[in-house]
C-alpha cells in the first residue's frame, strides 16, 4: 500500500523495535523495584529521558512520559488550572487538536474565562493577537506548534517571548511538529511530543515542563515521574520512544525531499478542476498537503483511494468519523462543501516518487469515476 496518512501514525523504525523487545522479555522488571531488574528497567527509563530531552533542549529533570500527546495536553492544561486553585483566563486558537479544545471547553465550564483566537486564511495566529488577549488573571496559553490538518506552523518564539514578558506559562503541542522541524524547548514552558509520529510505538508520549512550572497531577497514587504522573511507567515503550527521538536529526534532514515530493503531488493534480490547495504554500510542515476536490467527497474520496492501495485520510485520526466538517478548515475559511471535500496527504520516512505518482493516478482515476457517474445521473 501506498501510505500517505503520516501524520496520522508512523510505522515504527526497526532499531525502535529492536531497543523495545529486551523489555518486553527478559528485562520485565518494574522501574520502582531496587533488586537488580528493576534497576535495569530504571536505567532504561532515565536513558529515554535524557534522550527525549535531548531532542527538545531541555534537561532531563523536566520530562514526564505520559500515555501519548492527548494525555500530555491534557496534563498541561488541567495541571496548570488544579496548581492555580481558583478560576482563571486561558487563551488558546480555534483550530487546535482535540485534545487541547476539550480540556479547555471543560475549564470554561467550570467557571474559567476562555479567549479562542481565530486565525488568517493560512491558519495562522498574529503574536499581536496573542498579546492583545492576555489579562492579568491569564494563567495559561496553549497554541499548536502546527497544525495536524494543514500543516501550518506558527510563530512560537514570537509568542514565547511575550507569555514571558508577561510572566504567562506558555504551553505548545508539538505533537505534529516534532519530528519535521526543529522544536526547541527554551522558547516555550511546557510541550507536548508523541511517540508514535517519530517513528515509536503508540501509547506513549512526554510532557517537558519547565523547572519552576507548577502543576498539580491528573493521577495519583504513586511517586512515579517526580510524583507528576503516578503509574507503573510503560518501560518498553519508553525505551522505544527514547529510541525513535535519537532518530530525530535523521528525520529532519529528509524534510527537504518531502517538500519536494508534495509540491510534485500538488502540480499533478492541481489540473484537476475545482480542486483547493488548503495547505499554506510557505510555513507549513514540508510532509503535508491538504487539497478539496469539487463534486467529491472526503469520504468517497478516501474509501476509492483505499481500493486502490492508497491511505490517506479526511483530516485528523482523532476525529474520524465525525459528523461535523473539519473545525480547522471552517475556521480558515472554507465553507461547509469544501471543508467535507477536504483531503490531507501526508508524507514520512520511506515516501518515493513512484509512490506519489501512484497516489496522483489513483486520485485521477476516482475524481473520473465520480464524474462518469454524475454524467449518467443528469442524463436519467
Not at 501509547?203 to 515542563?209: P, Q, R, S, T
Not at 476516482?366 to 457517474?373: D, E, G, L
Request: net charge neutral; aromatic share 4%; charged share 20%.
Amino acid at each position: 500500500m501506498t501510505y500517505l496518512d503520516h501524520n496520522a501514525t508512523t510505522p515504527m523504525d526497526e532499531t525502535v523495535v529492536d531497543a523495545m523487545l529486551p523489555y518486553l522479555r527478559q528485562d520485565f522488571g518494574n522501574p520502582s523495584s531496587v533488586h537488580r531488574l528493576g534497576s535495569k528497567a530504571r536505567c532504561a527509563v532515565e536513558e529515554a529521558r535524557a534522550q527525549v530531552a535531548a531532542q527538545i533542549g531541555v534537561q532531563p529533570a523536566e520530562i514526564i512520559f505520559t500515555s501519548g500527546g492527548t494525555e500530555s495536553n491534557n496534563l498541561a492544561i488541567q495541571g496548570i488550572a488544579r496548581a492555580a486553585g481558583r478560576a482563571g483566563h486561558v487563551v488558546t486558537t480555534a483550530i487546535e487538536h482535540s485534545s487541547v479544545l476539550a480540556p479547555v471547553a471543560l475549564l470554561e465550564a467550570l467557571g474559567w474565562s476562555v479567549t479562542w483566537l481565530g486565525v488568517d486564511s493560512d491558519g495562522r495566529v498574529r503574536p499581536e493577537a496573542v498579546a492583545e488577549a492576555l489579562r492579568p488573571e491569564t494563567r495559561l496559553v496553549s497554541i499548536g506548534w502546527a497544525n495536524n490538518e494543514i500543516g501550518t506552523i506558527q510563530p512560537v518564539a514570537a509568542i514565547g517571548a511575550i507569555c514571558r514578558e508577561r510572566g504567562i506559562p506558555l504551553h505548545v503541542d508539538a505533537v505534529q511538529a516534532f519530528g519535521k522541524i526543529a522544536v526547541n524547548g527554551s522558547d516555550v514552558d511546557l510541550l507536548s511530543v508523541s511517540g508514535h509520529k517519530i517513528g515509536g510505538p503508540k501509547g506513549v508520549g512526554a510532557l517537558h515542563v519547565r523547572h519552576g512550572i507548577v502543576i498539580r497531577p491528573l493521577l495519583c497514587g504513586g511517586s512515579q515521574e517526580r510524583e507528576r504522573r503516578a503509574g507503573t511507567e510503560n518501560v518498553a515503550g519508553i525505551v522505544g520512544f527514547g529510541a525513535a527521538c535519537s532518530r530525530v536529526p535523521q528525520r529532519l534532514e529528509m524534510a527537504a525531499g518531502w517538500e519536494l515530493q508534495r509540491e510534485r503531488l500538488w502540480s499533478s493534480l492541481a489540473n484537476l478542476s475545482g480542486v483547493r490547495r488548503n495547505s499554506p504554500r510557505s510555513g507549513c510542515l514540508a510532509n503535508t498537503l491538504n487539497i478539496s476536490f469539487a463534486d467529491v467527497s472526503a469520504d468517497a474520496l478516501v474509501a476509492g483511494l483505499d481500493l486502490r492501495q492508497v491511505a490517506v485520510s479526511s483530516g485528523s485520526a482523532c476525529a474520524a468519523g465525525a459528523s461535523e466538517p473539519s473545525h480547522v478548515l471552517r475556521s480558515v475559511g472554507l465553507d461547509e462543501r469544501a471543508a467535507r471535500q477536504a483531503i490531507r496527504f501526508s508524507l514520512g520516512v520511506g515516501t518515493t516518487d513512484e509512490e506519489i505518482d501512484s497516489a496522483r493516478q489513483a486520485v485521477f482515476e476516482v475524481c473520473s469515476a465520480h464524474a462518469q457517474v454524475r454524467k449518467e445521473a443528469a442524463r436519467a
